[in-house]
T-cell receptor, first 119, second 112 residues
């Protein structure tokens, strides 16, 4: 299947710092990528839809000024957690659809996730 | 009511058993359906898409009932490696964009 990578896989930072997470589609171009957050033993919650060349669409309750999303190319979307606090500690996962037709066009391929711990 | 609801689990069954998971969705605009598997502290991975005609992939069988808005996953001859959380995923197509909704997942534990 299609491959999506994320970097870093794990980050530990002090409260108040900003953290940037990268999501890359390695073998396909993704006009749309998705950012999720998952707390322990909970399901994935969609945070925002990242659109190449335009503004991201945020889900209700997600602060766009806190979670900055940039989708500057067809293979890269970044999520920046600004002024991170301990309550932002979570597992952040990105996904992308492969529009080339492999499998269902609705199939999402997930990155391996980034575990953020804010001290 | 949640948009996608799953059996809460956890299911704890012996190796070789057959186990079935259920999932219901509330939005009739739902267009496509999937089962994903997520291992502890890992990302979800696509297990199979779910089609109206039902589909089978080895030991796994998925069924969709649009009238009842119900999806199921059946695992036969379960293996220890089947232990994971199984996520029911629904794609809802709106007027301008589609949206993926995840169920809360059902934990499965296979014992020797």
């Amino acid at each position: 299947g299609a491959v999506v990578s994320q970097h870093p896989s794990r980050v530990i930072c002090k409260s108040g710092t900003s953290v940037k997470i990268e999501c890359r589609s390695l073998d396909f171009q993704a006009t749309t990528m998705f950012w999720y957050r998952q707390f322990p033993k909970k399901s994935l919650m969609l945070m925002a839809t990242s659109n190449e060349g335009s503004k991201a669409t945020y889900e209700q309750g997600v602060e766009k000024d806190k979670f900055l999303i940039n989708h500057a190319s067809l293979t890269l979307s970044t999520l920046t957690v600004t002024s991170a606090h301990p309550e932002d500690s979570s597992f952040y996962i990105c996904s992308a659809r492969d529009p080339s037709g492999r499998g269902s066009t609705d199939t999402q391929y997930f990155g391996p996730g980034t575990r953020l711990t804010v001290l | 009511r949640k948009e996608v609801e799953q059996d809460p689990g956890p299911f704890n069954v012996p190796e070789g058993a057959t186990v079935a998971f259920n999932c219901t969705y509330s939005n009739s605009a739902s267009q496509s359906f999937f089962w994903y598997r997520q291992d502890c502290r890992k990302e979800p991975k696509l297990l199979m898409s779910v089609y109206s005609s039902g589909n089978e992939d080895g030991r796994f069988t998925a069924q969709l009932n649009r009238a009842s808005q119900y999806i199921s996953l059946l695992i036969r001859d379960s293996k220890l490696s089947d232990s994971a959380t199984y996520l029911c995923v629904v794609n809802i197509k709106g007027s301008s964009a589609s949206k993926i909704i995840f169920g809360s997942g059902t934990r499965l534990s296979i014992r020797p």
